[in-house]
């Protein structure tokens, strides 16, 4: 009987190292797992990293672009207002200068109609003296340079009355002209760079 307890008692010492081993192997086997599994897992973060770095240099190209987008719209967008600006600055100054110009040729023209009545009432026998020499270089010297700058008489006397630019004071009966045709010619009148300065006061025909 003793023997026999011996025995038992050598086998349980026995059955518990096996066990204890088998254990030891499953947790060796779950240590494996668990070391192929981080394996795996850094190999899937090393993968997907390249990717996620070229997700984000792929974003920040785009809104880069973007800002370079924005602001070569806004750039294109002030030189359109600075470039409309400049237009209508331009056309401001030209009409300006037009209204000053027109201005001072208005101030000008009852200058050259005194000439003219002046040089028309000089006599006959008179015409070559020095006083009516000078007023005729005068009086060409005035005409010369209002030309110069735009400044032209209306044709009147024998053309037909255009209210655009003639004035009609009076109507009157003409053998040489059709009726409607300008026979007479009471105030000349002049156009500058073709807008109408002072209208010509004529006599039409009935």
């Not at 294109?76 to 600075?82: I, T, V």
């Not at 000053?100 to 028309?120: M, T, Y």
């Not at 009516?132 to 006397?157: C, D, F, H, R, S």
């Amino acid at each position: 009987m003793e023997e026999k307890e011996k025995d038992l008692t050598k086998e349980q010492p026995e059955a518990e190292d096996t066990q204890t081993a088998a254990e030891e192997a499953q947790e060796d086997t779950k240590a494996q797992e668990n070391a192929q599994a981080q394996e795996q897992e850094a190999e899937k973060e090393e993968e997907e990293a390249p990717a996620k770095d070229k997700k984000k240099k792929k974003e920040k190209k785009d809104k880069r672009d973007e800002q370079i987008e924005e602001l070569q719209d806004r750039v294109k967008r002030q030189l359109a207002e600075f470039e409309n600006f400049r237009n209508r600055t331009e056309k401001e100054k030209a009409s300006m200068y037009e209204l000053g110009a027109k201005s001072v040729i208005e101030k000008i023209l009852p200058v050259i109609d005194n000439f003219e009545r002046g040089l028309a009432s000089i006599p006959a026998e008179e015409q070559d003296s020095a006083v009516a020499t000078g007023m005729q270089m005068i009086y060409k010297q005035l005409t010369t340079e209002l030309e110069n700058l735009g400044v032209k008489p209306i044709e009147a006397v024998g053309c037909e009355f255009d209210p655009n630019y003639h004035n009609a004071v009076m109507q009157t009966q003409s053998d040489e002209y059709e009726s409607g045709v300008i026979a007479q010619e009471l105030q000349k009148g002049y156009t500058y760079h073709d807008t109408v300065v002072r209208h010509s006061m004529v006599s039409v025909v009935q």
